[in-house]
Nanobody
Framework: QVQVVESGGGLVQAGGSLRLSCTTS????????MGWFRQAPGQEREGVSC????????DYADSVNARFTISRDNAKNTLYLQMNSLRPEDTAMYYC??????????????????WGQGTQVTVSS
């Protein structure tokens, strides 16, 4: 059974940083592209960032580019999202997702098969 588990969310002041982690089990991690998504109440889910199976290719939404960094450690079956210079508008539930390795990777939800339950990020002004 595939499991995807996010951690690292919390409450932080604007300008602060958080690092989200996502661990997986039940799948061969380096066969999968990985993505981070977020959804705020009343808003559509947004593809924040994605990373190819090798880690060599990454993509970011304009709203987080230059502030967030996605990375992965295939030896640890773990995905990361380093979030710096956080803003109140970054407040959302953040989800990790795994999908068949595509070249290079996608920030579209439909590209992903397995999803975690999410971790809440709240940025106060």
């Amino acid at each position: 059974q595939v499991q995807v588990v996010e951690s690292g969310g919390g409450l932080v002041q604007a300008g602060g940083s958080l690092r989200l982690s996502c661990t997986t089990s039940g799948l061969t991690f380096d066969d999968y592209a990985m993505g981070w998504f977020r959804q705020a109440p009343g808003q559509e889910r947004e593809g924040v960032s994605c990373i190819s199976w090798s880690g060599r290719y990454t993509d970011y939404a304009d709203s987080v580019n230059a502030r967030f960094t996605i990375s992965r450690d295939n030896a640890k079956n773990t995905l990361y999202l380093q979030m710096n210079s956080l803003r109140p508008e970054d407040t959302a539930m953040y989800y990790c997702a795994a999908g068949p390795a595509v070249t290079p990777c996608s920030r579209e939800s439909d590209a992903y098969n397995y999803w975690g339950q999410g971790t809440q990020v709240t940025v106060s002004s």
